[in-house]
């Protein structure tokens, strides 16, 4: 056979990415294009977009799950289409749901005897808003059945200072007083010498916290149920505690299971958690539980239209993915209590590895060794001839592509800069050795500078997630 002109296929796809026309001129960016690209080149050009980020698998500021198993991910991405709030249309993923909250009610330590209730949301954020606004509802009823003019002033909401933005987020949108319990040097978590001080008629509740966002610790929930009883016992109310286990949630029952924080305790009412954390699935998933059915308020919940009958349901956002939910289930079915109790336990392994390598260096001193959360904080020792900050560490880090955030503790210790490494599955021991290294190296570049990028007053507040 002899081929010529006539025998060639005239494709568009055939001509080199790089060579198309849209690479002649800048993409869209605040109107739409009066025409578009084809998928391929479209594909491509929005990927390049996103090349100057970082990478999240050295992102050490973000607890958020950055890795998951392919199979994981086939799964989830075969079930984008799924709107989870369609219970009656995908009664199967619904099932799923359910019985995702009947394994965390039981990982808490529900009792048996109560009927609990809960349910999946978008991470820990409406999950905390949730719970807040049950805490409010119930309040408000107890208060007036009590006599008390409910309309007097603003009730409140007693947590620690180290709280997570939600918190502040929620006061502001339910119209609540935040109590902030300063932290201080002796007291990095609740305090719990002086939080029943910031306790009144009008408190709605406390909020513990199972794993500080600045520092990785645990608030002392044990000692706080028996503070919350006495006080139950001499004002004859119900305060109750809510329980912000967005870290903690799905950490400290394989690594600590001897400790007490969760429903075992009587006056913990409510916990959430954020799956997309050491749930291990990526974002974003979060749950929030009732010990029992009187603690949400009936005029919370709704009914929806479900297999010719009603469900229960409580949400803020309505239409989302269930890929999430899937991607949670397929966790505790891949791994269950073994299999996250080996990772949970690798990555602390690993926190405390770099713990006590980062304490063998002069120049730091430990704030949090992450033997609860695997968190590691330090801050820089008194040094007058040191000419660096840690915000110059962050930079110099940066340019290996490690993402290590420097930034002040809350009120009361905001003159303290710390520096923070969140350690999570996926980053395994061999990276932490690299990453040692590569800290050293940093150190020892800083230490030959001629110059000095931050001033060594300057305080600065950089970026984190939760």
């Known amino acids: 056979m002899l081929y010529g002109k006539d025998n060639r296929e005239e494709a568009d796809f055939l001509e080199p990415i790089f060579a198309e026309a849209a690479e002649n001129h800048d993409l869209p960016k605040y109107k739409l294009a009066d025409t578009g690209l084809d998928s391929q080149a479209a594909y491509r050009l929005v990927k390049d ?5 970082g990478n999240s698998r050295l992102n050490l500021a973000t607890f958020c799950q950055t890795y998951m198993e392919p199979e994981a991910v086939a799964l989830m991405s075969e079930t984008l289409d799924k709107n989870l709030i369609d219970k009656s249309e995908y009664p199967r993923t619904a099932e799923l749901e359910n019985r995702c909250v009947n394994m965390i009610a039981e990982l808490w330590q529900v009792n048996q005897s109560e009927k609990f209730i809960g349910t999946s949301t978008i991470g820990s954020s409406e999950a905390c808003m949730l719970a807040g606004m049950a805490l409010k509802f119930r309040w408000r009823k107890e208060a007036a059945e009590n006599g008390l003019d409910i309309y007097r002033k603003r009730p409140n909401l007693v947590i620690s200072a180290g709280y997570q933005v939600c918190w502040e987020k929620f006061c502001v949108y339910w119209d609540i007083e935040l109590r902030a319990v300063p932290i201080d040097s002796q007291h990095l978590s609740l305090n719990m010498e002086t939080v029943m001080d910031y306790v009144d008629d009008y408190t709605i509740g406390i909020v513990g916290i199972m794993g500080i966002t600045y520092t990785g610790q645990y608030d002392d929930l044990k000692t706080l149920d028996s503070l919350v009883e006495t006080y139950n016992q001499e004002h004859h109310r119900t305060l109750s505690i809510h329980v912000d286990a967005a870290s903690g949630g799905f950490y400290a029952p394989f690594v600590e299971k001897d400790l007490v924080w969760d429903f075992r305790l009587k006056n913990v009412v409510s916990i959430n958690a954020s799956g997309h954390k050491y749930g291990l699935v990526y974002p974003g998933v979060g749950w929030v539980l009732w010990r029992d059915q009187q603690y949400l ?12 009958g009603e469900i229960p349901t409580m949400s803020i956002n309505f239409s989302h993915s269930a890929s999430q939910v899937i991607g949670q289930y397929y966790n505790f079915v891949r791994l269950g209590f073994a299999g996250y109790q080996e990772i949970q336990q690798h990555t602390h392994d690993v ?3 770099l713990s006590k390598e980062i304490s063998q260096l002069a120049d730091f001193k430990i704030i949090n060794d992450g033997s609860q959360l695997p968190l590691v904080c330090y801050n820089l020792m008194p040094d007058d001839a040191r000419e660096w900050t840690l915000y110059d560490l962050s ?8 993402q290590v955030p420097t ?3 809350p009120k009361g210790l905001d003159q303290t800069v710390i520096q923070r490494i969140v350690v999570r599955a996926d980053f395994g021991m061999n990276m932490a050795h690299e990453f040692m290294q590569d800290f050293k190296d940093a150190i020892a ?11 060594k007053t300057e305080i600065k507040k950089q970026g984190f997630t939760h």
Do not use: N
Request: proline residues 5%.
């Open 445 to 455: 570049d800083l230490q030959k500078a001629h110059l000095v990028f931050h001033e």
């Open 395 to 402: 930079d110099r880090l940066l340019m290996k592509g490690w």
């Open 297 to 308: 308020p009936e005029e919370l919940i709704f009914k929806v239209s479900y297999l010719g």
């Open 407 to 409: 930034y002040p503790l």
């Open 351 to 353: 926190a405390i590895f």
């Open 49 to 53: 977009e996103l090349l100057d980020e």
